[in-house]
Every structure is written in C-alpha cells, then in structure tokens.
C-alpha cells in the first residue's frame, strides 16, 4: 500500500488562515472551489515551484497540471520571461505615465492575434470581460447579453447566478441563457429579443466544472458568427483560459472564425500580473468612451513579461507542441485505465483536458483515483479541466503514465 | 522667457499608440481623465522612476507628485520592498496554490489596521470595493447603496454614473446620493430608505477632482458610525487612496472611528500589484460566501512586496514624516504665491494635497501656473489631488518652492 503523504505543515499553515482569511483559502485556489476532491489528497500552500513542477510546504513535489489554473504555459520562473521583467523592473514599473514598452505590446499582440486591431489592457481576466460588456452597451445602446450555459467569465456581478450570495436581481436581469452547440435555440433568443441584444459572450469550446468538455459542433463557430453580424450583435469571445495554449493567433482563428471582441489574460504573460481586451476597429470608438481604468493597469513589467513570453511561444511554436505533449499523455492514461479494467474519458482540446471515469456516476470512483495520482506527485483535480505547460518534459508525461497506473491498480484493489 | 521642454520622443510614441490602443492612452494614466491641462505641458510617456523622480521618453526629469497616483508611497525602486520581492519570485509567484507568505501578510494587515478582523486580497483597489459590496448585499439581504456626491470607488457598473456610456439603468438603480458633511440630509435618506440601505461607502474626506478638497466637519464620521450602526448599514471605507498615507492604522483610525469594511490598493505594497478588503468578524461568514476569485489574487511577489513595505512605514512612521514635508510644501508654496500677489488654495490632506490658485474661476490662470511647473520639472497636475512619498527630501521640497516662485512670475508677466 502506497503511504499517503504528510500534508501537516500545509494544515497547521490552513489552521491558522482560518482564523485571518475569510474561508482560510477562497476561490478556485482553495479546497472548495479548487475540486480538491477528496481534500485530504490534497497539499493547500505551496513553497516553491520550477518549470512543472510544485512542491508544497512539506516538500512533497508534484507534477503540476493545474499550472496555476493557466498562468503557467512556459513552465514557472520560465528564465527568458524573468529576465525580461527584471530588465524592465530596473528601469520601472508602475509610475505616473505609461513606459513606451506599452505600445510595444499593443504592436505585439495585434501583429498576433488575427481579430485584434487594437489592443487594450488590464489586470483580471475579469476587468477584459467586464469591460467587452460595457463596450458592446456602449456601441450599441442595447442591453442584453447571451450566454452559453455552463459558461464561467468571471466574477463581476453581472456574470453571476441570480442565487449567489451578495447578487441581486439586477446584476443579471439582462442575460440570456442559450444550451452551447444549439444554434437554433440561440436563433431563437435572437429573433426573439431583435434589436435589444448588445452581445453574444462565449468560451471557444465548453470547458466548465463538473462536466465532460464539449468542442464545437462542425460549423456552428461559422453559423453564430454569421448570425450575430446579421443582428449586429457583438461577438466577444473569452479565450482567458484557453487563449495561446491552442493557437497563439486566437482561439477564434483555431476555430476558423472571427470574434469582434477577444478576452485574455493566466498565459499572456507566463503568470505575470495582466489582461488584455483586444478588439475589431468599429469598437474602438466605444471601448475609447467608457471610464474605465485602474492603479496598476499601465504597470511595464508585466508587459515585459508578455512580450518575452509571446516571442518565447512563437519560437516554441507552443500551441503544436502542446498539443503533441497532450495526446501523449491522453492516450497514456487511457491506456492505464484499460488495463486495469477503467474507461478514463478524457475530453475538451489536449492542452487543456478534462478527465473522467466513465460508468461511475456516484464520481466516487474518480475522486479515489484522482486522489491516488495526487498522493503519487500528479496534480490533478477531480472536477476541473487542467493545463499543460511547456516545461512538461516527456520524462514528466512517462512518470505521470506510471503514476495513473498504479493509482489505477490501487483503486481496483480497494473495489 | 524659460526654454519649453522638448516632448517630441512622446508625442511620437502617442501617435504610434493611438493606432494601436483605444485613446492612445486611456484613463488616468492618459491626457484628458489624467488632467493634464493644458496637455502641452505635459509628458506622455515614462523611460525611467527612482525614489522621488520620473524621467520622461525625452529625458526631462520631474519631481513626481502624483505618485503614479498613489501606488509610490516609498520612492519608486525601493530598494528594501523590490529585494523582498526579488527573493520571492526565485522561489514562486503564481502558482496553482498560495504560497504560505499570504498568511504572513493577513497577519501583519490585522495587527497593523485597527478595524481589520481579517483580510482579503485581490488586484484593483475596484475588487476590492466591489467585494465589499456584495459582502454587505450578501450579509443584509438588501439592495440600496448609499455614496457620497464627488466620490470615486473605481470603475465597475454600479459605481458609475447613469449617463456614463456602456452603463445601464439596472447597473445604478440601488443607489443613493447624499452631500458630503450633510448628516442631516444623510439622516433622510436612512430614514426614507429603512431597512432596505445594505452598505455606505465612503472615503475618508472629499478628495474628488476638480473642486477643493474638504476634510470631515468635527463630529461628522461619529455621528455616522452610530447612524450606521443604529440602522444596521454596513459602513463601508473606501481608503484605496488615503491609506497608509494619514495613518497606519487605517483613515478611520486618523479620524477616530471603526469602519465595519475597509478597501486598500496603491499604497499597499509600494506599486506591486494588489488590492486588499479588510474588516469586521460579524462580515467574515458574509464575504466567505462569494463567488469571488481571480487569476493573480494569490500570487506571491505582492504578497512579499507588501510585508517589506509595510514593515518601512512601520519603520520609517510614515505618516508623521509625510504630514511634515507636506506641511513644508504648502507653507512654501503658498509664501511662494503670495510673493507675487497671488493666492494659492491648498486644501486636503498636507499628504495627498489639492491645488487652485483661487480668484480665477475661469481656471486657465491655475492651469498656466500648473503648465509654468511641469515644464520646470515639478510635476503637478491641474485638478486632480497630489501625492507625497519617503523618498521626496528637503532639496527636492526647496527645488520645488523654487520652481513654483518662478512659475508664478512667469505667469505674473505674461498676465
């Protein structure tokens, strides 16, 4: 029997937050929200970390495929991207005028990004959604915004469930909500609300919590682009956490369309603080008229870091390497799964794959594999789609393999 | 006559920048919300900060007093906050868990701010002032917000104005507006509004733009306190502006009272990227129920940044020495005016101070002296309030006196 690791450390250090952090850890990097399923599998602080891997603060390391929920796309303390910023933190960071490195960013990102003409930045992917929002109201002084169910951009008030805590109804009293691949519904909405919807916002595939991944139909990114020009809709498109990972000129470009307004942040900048809001030139007027800005949003180190990080993944030509690291490791696992008797359903694009094991719908089967991986060094979570990096050596991929098997093994054992 | 700066490498990077980014350069950051009026005067683009200073792209060297409008609060390139923050990123930033240094820094935060039970971090000051919101939405059950007219609390929808373009109705349509200092008119709108106000929310005194700023009336943040506490209205401290710069313990602390939800950023952590949301127990469970989360919210470097910087406020007893050179500056730059016949209004904070040279209600005599002081290295901006750092030294005050006495004849001959 494997023996479990010692997470004392990270338990006293969670013991005392408790009492200083509301929830101790809130959000997607603590217990709950992180689908740290069974939690006690699970390290909660971290106290170092280098290309792929963290170690947490009882020194236990693991191989990370959370990579910080996406930050992570080079490896962390990436070399190239740290110098860059280091460079540019000597100089300066966040002062009363913009460093001139922010014009060479914009260049940047617009010579990259297929549907950028124009590119504006901030600091949560959250201030990008927000402010595509406010942008597409303020083009079109329509109020409406269309959703795909089981969509996550955010968690501005107006992205939110009408029953979260601390929302009220008229934070939400304009969305609508529309099942992803079904075009006629969302023709539906549209013919339904004519001349009142503002925007379409959506993920470029179905990447939510708790649920198999779910890719775009054949050709319904053509029919939805097409639909949304003909009722002037604009279509943003949150590619905050798949954007660079499958295709460095957009997600939209991967799926062969056009957004009008496109959202990144996590890999932009390789973990470094920042977002970016690109968009087509009829939005320029609209986004150029909002009052919409922050302390830090003009801050130049974290624009170092993007440029470096964005020249590194051109030379890497990351998004193809990814993708082979991932089918790697996909048909890896599967094939662990299968010979100990296990269907492992991975889905959602290889850079980015959600796991499940199949014929266990009570998902107890899945959480006691997942937390075998973990207590062997791959950090999975159960419920959550994870991340690959360029530091992922094929060494790391092999172990990983070995690891899901015995953790396959162990599991049948204990059925 | 004194020779104009040469602003040419600026006004070219603005050129390239409007082609690229929506306004060139948008926000605060930028010429027109920025007040750089008359924007001739003015810069447009940084090539380099240390301690008290800002160099432009064409090498014109100011004496900053905006402070990258709050953020330095140390001197740009602290030495002792950028090696805390140094020694961090070797070891980790962003990664998939927060690293153990966060529960170091809600501790400092709760010892250090006396109404901070717990704190909370996130990036802009506006996450933090919004979480505050929805806490006090969620812990209440009711809607109405009530704001002080002239305030500033970021820029997500609610905190808007109507007639702001890409906001709509629903986005204002809970909140309330009273006069500053008018707690009788305040009184009203509790009254009126009875059990159904879930937050106020505040900043210390009136710091807006364009008018003179004014300090609370003797009596006022008591009296508020107890109306607040009387109708069971969170009292909400929007401080992202003053803290740290009237008083370690927090503005509420300086003006004698305990805010129930107090909002830092800028000042926090030097110019590292961070925001934080501190207060009361009775409010711990209430914001532990958000959804509310980001990408960078647990990363760190700031989190270093931060401990280092508050720990040489501590050190330096910040406060006390930045009332000092602010008392020195007004002292001298009013003498300054006198001496040519002029009447210069400094209101506000000596630490975060406004300027007018009164007896000009068409403002283009102010506006004149604010141009005579750019182009002779004192940076100041025409209606928008100053900020003072540690790093600012009698020589740099004196240069400054100088520099407005030359300003003011310039200006007394041309008049």
Redesign the interface.
Known sequence: MHKANDYSRSRE?FS??C?????G?????GPV?GCYVPVEAY???????QGSY?W??DGNRFI?Y???????ILG??DPDV?AAA?KQ????????????I??DL??LL?STVKSAD???FA?????AT?GA???A??YSHR?KIVFFKGYYH?????T?KID?????P??V??NLYVDWNDFDQLEQVFLANKGQIAALIAQPYMHGNFQDNVLPAEGFWQKVRKLCTEHDVVLILDD?RAGFRLDLAGSDHFYGFEADLICF??ALAN???M?ALCGKDFL?N???????????????V?FAAAIAAIQKMQRLKLPALLLKKGETLRSGLSAAGKKHGFDLHVSGEPALFYLRVADDESLMLHQAWVAECVQRGA?FTSHHNHFLNAALSDADIEETIAVAEEAFAAVKQRA
Chains 1, 2 share one sequence.
């Open positions: 250090a005392r937050a009492s200083l952090i509301p929830a850890i809130y959000g997607h990097q929200e390290p909660l602080y971290a106290s170092r970390a963290l947490d603060l990370d959370m990579c910080a929920y996406g930050p992570n962390y303390n740290d280091a933190r000597a100089i300066c960071d966040c002062t009363t005028l913009p460093h001139s922010m014009v914009a260049d617009v124009w590119a504006f600091k949560n992917g959250n201030d927000t929002v406010m942008t109201r303020a109020k955010g968690v501005a008030p107006w939110q979260y805590p601390g929302i009220i008229e934070d009293a304009n905050v942040c996590k973990g470094y603080n977002s320029k609209a986004i150029s008229s909002l009052s919409y800005t922050g302390s830090y949003w003009m801050s130049a974290p950090f």
